[in-house]
């Protein structure tokens, strides 16, 4: 679990480390565990609600990812912009080839996080029932 609307924020114990630079280091050090290799990774990048706010109220998202350039600074872009630099981590670190389950969450809308919740029950069914040969 990540948050989106941390890239202008510092890490409490560290004020040197930037919030969102400490969840990509993180989240690539979980998909290029060898320990892990075998798991699919479900991916919660939450607290859109909260980035909404924030590109709302003038924040500019290319101020702290420079590499954002001229895109917009709008929530759904910004929002694809970090899902696509989670999931190229997980293509560059990962020990072997194996999928990963992102969501983009608010977690404070329960319905729509319950309704995320049971889509990944689904996928943890299926994948225990195919492991043993059921489907
Ligand atoms: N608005 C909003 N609040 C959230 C969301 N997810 C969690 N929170 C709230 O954020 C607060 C901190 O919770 P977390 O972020 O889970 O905890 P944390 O990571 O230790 O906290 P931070 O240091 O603030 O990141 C709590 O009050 C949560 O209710 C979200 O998607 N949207």
Known sequence: MAPLSAFNQVLAEDESVNR?????????MIC????????ELILFLNKLDILDAKLRSGVRFSNYVKSYGSNPNETKPVAKYL???FINLHQQ????????????TCAIDTK???SVIDRIHEVIIIKILSHSNII
């Open 93 to 104: 670190h990962t020990p072997k080839k194996r999928k990963i389950h992102p969501h983009l």
């Open 112 to 114: 729509a996080t319950s």
């Open 20 to 28: 969102l630079t400490d969840s990509l280091k993180l989240w690539q």
């Open 83 to 85: 899902l696509d630099a």
């Open 32 to 39: 290029g565990n060898k320990i892990l290799a075998s798991v």
